[in-house]
């Protein structure tokens, strides 16, 4: 009997702790089915500003982009003259487009990401890569296979492509043509004329205006309160640290609740349908932080608020075009009175019923991704109930005022939900839709937005790439859908050729290490850059033993400023602004302004510290070379020259910026500071021996 109570007991604690951890209904599927639906959450244009057009296969003509479109393979992305955009690919990689740039979605799976780019600048900030995963850039002049994490950059011209890499980054190149060759990090390969083009490798450049963006853009989206809550893999997480406030609950813990939302509004209700050729009918919000509370997790109604409950922190959050229950359409039986097409959000633990995927998984009830316990009308379900979806009869957030949105049958898909919204439904007649909806997209529904977009160039659509794998089959335009009046409806889409397909290089763990490619000659050299950056102090007010204006100690090596403290993180540069200078700080004095020490990195923010003084603190002396030849350095004559050729040259199209020496009076008064800090320091100590009177 005791042994009974034990295995009671165990299997009880087992049990909780399985549902508290939400292991079993997130992680794994309960059918084959199931399977088809977890693992492939798609890109997400994360951000746009200025001119950006999108274009996915069966539109009418390119539309302006909309921020929280899920993208699939054949969707174009282009941007204006002074546009900017931004994809997240994964939990930590992002990339970015810039200035007449045109890209593309090739192919999607588990592990592996393809995408192209025709012309432009595009830069991808990989910060966390799975392991076998491979993403493949594809450019005119050669296909890129990325297996590790690290910051690329791509500059495609209409007769060269430029590919960086940097971070640790490494990545291995297939020309038209040619063999793979590797591209190792801190390096920079130009490739020059078609069909067979030239190769030539140089040092990486120094980071620009615009990979300085890119580093300080991807930290802060990184460095999320809102982290704590929701799942590592979820997208979208930083927006909803601007948009909203995180409270604590007794029935869901934690929860988001939005801010500045208007009266009587209710999720799912701005925004639009857009179909999707994988997941089909897929919604998309306007808000700028519509992703995650519309993909993941629940929305329940607390206190007279509407919040989202993403659940407890799992470890496979699963995707989900939208997490909503639908009444009635087209060739589905519905209750009198409900006008059209109408919705709810699914609320705590209510099954989602999928419309998308295989056969087996369509119309079958299902808690892929957690959304709270088992629930069917208000009763816990055993996991191991097969739940029917006739058993489905009540959602909780019918009874919320204004929460079912309705649109007629015309406008679902076609038109945004705000703009053609239903105002009064009678909620208690509505009936759960029991088969998928069966509304017809037609060229608009294809977009998530309307009017006038700026058009790529022809030469620039018509241009082909270099590939390892064609493109999806699910990038192939749609059938053209009849208008209402009858008359087929035009659906032009961009003419690209087929891509030249190359070899796929072996995965790197198998395959031997390819060549590199040879070293391209320039008159340009990078310089040397300097000693890494030490640890700095917080600084100590001036008093006894501490210099002035945040000077150096005298005979101590100098602390350069940390990276990443004050605003500023490694290879970001200006990050945040420095706020200016009021009468709590007071600004420092011209005169403890020491010259910045030569360096190839971007521009670094914060104090200013004295120059180094050649063989302080073991500190190796930086500068151009004609300079240290000057003072010449240990173990060398002061002319003597260096063995072979530069190998650090940068690219003819690149500029090197030379660091300015100090000129004027200044100089001489800035090597004479060290000097009175000294002299200063050794009255104080004169002072100390004496006493407080003077003795």
């Not at 620009?208 to 930290?219: F, H, P």
């Not at 993941?296 to 470890?315: D, L, S, T």
């Not at 204006?549 to 500023?568: C, D, I, L, Y």
């Not at 510290?609 to 002061?638: L, M, W």
């Amino acid at each position: 009997m005791l042994n009974g109570e034990r295995i009671v007991r165990l299997t009880s604690l087992v049990l909780a702790v399985a549902l508290t951890l939400g292991a079993a209904p997130a992680g794994t599927p309960s059918s084959e089915g199931e399977a088809g639906a977890i693992g492939r959450t798609p890109p997400r244009l994360s951000y746009t500003d200025g001119e950006v057009s999108f274009w996915r296969p069966g539109a009418q003509d390119w539309a302006p982009a909309q921020v929280n479109t899920p993208l699939a393979p054949g969707d174009e992305l282009y941007t204006g003259n002074r546009g900017n955009l931004e994809l997240q690919v994964a939990p930590r990689a992002f990339v970015r487009a810039w200035g007449d740039t045109q890209l593309g979605l090739v192919n999607q799976e588990p592990d592996f990401l393809q995408i192209k780019v025709t012309r432009g600048h595009l830069s991808l900030d990989l910060r966390g890569l799975d392991p076998g995963r491979t993403v493949e850039l594809d450019t005119p002049h050669a296909a890129f296979t990325i297996e590790r994490s690290g910051y690329y950059r791509v500059d495609v011209t209409q007769n060269a492509t430029s590919f960086i890499t940097r971070r640790a980054g490494q990545a291995t190149m297939t020309p038209a043509g040619g063999q793979a060759v590797v591209i190792t990090s801190s390096e920079e390969v130009v490739l020059e004329g078609t069909p067979a083009p030239n190769v030539r490798s140089y040092v990486a450049p120094e980071l620009d205006a615009w990979d300085r963006w890119n580093y300080a853009r991807t930290d802060d989206l990184l460095d999320s309160l809102s982290a704590r809550y929701v799942s590592s893999g979820v997208y979208g997480v930083d927006d909803l640290d601007h948009y909203g406030d995180w409270r604590v609950v007794p029935d869901y813990g934690a929860v988001w609740v939005p801010q500045a939302v208007p009266a009587g509004w209710a999720p799912y209700s701005t925004g639009r349908w857009v179909s999707d050729p994988y997941y089909g009918w897929t919604w998309v919000d306007t808000a700028p932080w519509g992703w995650a509370p519309y993909h993941h997790g629940r929305w329940v109604f607390v206190n007279g608020f509407w919040a989202w409950a993403p659940g407890p922190v799992i470890v496979r959050p699963v995707y989900a075009p939208a997490l909503v229950a639908f009444f009635g359409g087209p060739s589905v039986r519905v209750a009198i009175g409900v006008p059209g097409v109408s919705w709810v959000a699914l609320g705590w633990g209510e099954p989602l019923v999928p419309w998308w995927g295989r056969s087996q998984f369509i119309g079958r009830p299902s808690w892929v991704g957690w959304g709270g316990p088992h629930v069917v009308n208000d009763v816990v379900v055993n996991r191991a109930t097969v739940v029917n979806v006739t058993n489905i009869t009540v959602y909780k957030n019918t009874s919320v005022q204004n929460a079912v949105v309705a649109v007629r049958e015309e406008h679902f898909g076609r038109r945004a939900v705000n703009d053609t919204r239903i105002a009064r439904v009678d909620a208690r007649r509505l009936e759960p839709a029991r088969a998928p909806l069966r509304v017809t997209p037609d060229a608009s529904s294809y977009v998530a937005a309307s009017g006038h977009a700026v058009r790529p160039a022809e030469n620039t659509i018509s241009r082909s790439v270099v590939a390892t794998r064609p493109p999806s089959r699910h990038a192939v335009a749609p059938r053209a859908e009849t208008s209402r009046g009858g008359a087929p409806q035009a659906t032009p889409s961009p003419v690209a050729p087929a891509p030249r397909i190359v070899p796929a290089p072996k995965p790197a763990a198998t395959a031997p290490v390819p060549a590199r490619p040879p070293f391209g000659p320039s008159p340009t050299e990078r310089q040397r850059p300097p000693l890494p950056r030490r640890f700095e102090p917080s600084q100590q007010p001036e008093g006894r033993g501490t210099p002035q204006n945040g000077g150096p100690r005298t005979g101590a090596a100098p602390v350069a400023p940390r990276e990443g403290s004050a605003g500023q993180r490694e290879g970001v540069g200006n990050a945040r602004p420095t706020p200016p200078p009021s009468s709590a700080q007071p600004a420092p004095r011209p005169e403890a302004q020491a010259a910045p020490a030569p360096q190839s990195g971007p521009p670094r923010s914060g104090p200013a510290t004295a120059a180094p003084r050649e063989g302080a603190g073991g500190a190796r002396p930086v500068g151009p070379p004609s300079v240290r030849q000057q003072r010449g350095e240990p173990g060398r004559g002061p002319q003597q020259s260096l063995p072979g050729e530069p190998a650090n040259r940068i690219s003819p199209a690149r500029a090197e910026t030379r660091p300015q020496q100090p000129q004027g009076p200044q100089q001489p008064q800035r090597q004479q500071q060290p000097e009175r800090q000294q002299d200063r320091q050794q009255s104080e100590r004169q002072q100390d021996r004496r006493g407080p009177g003077g003795r």
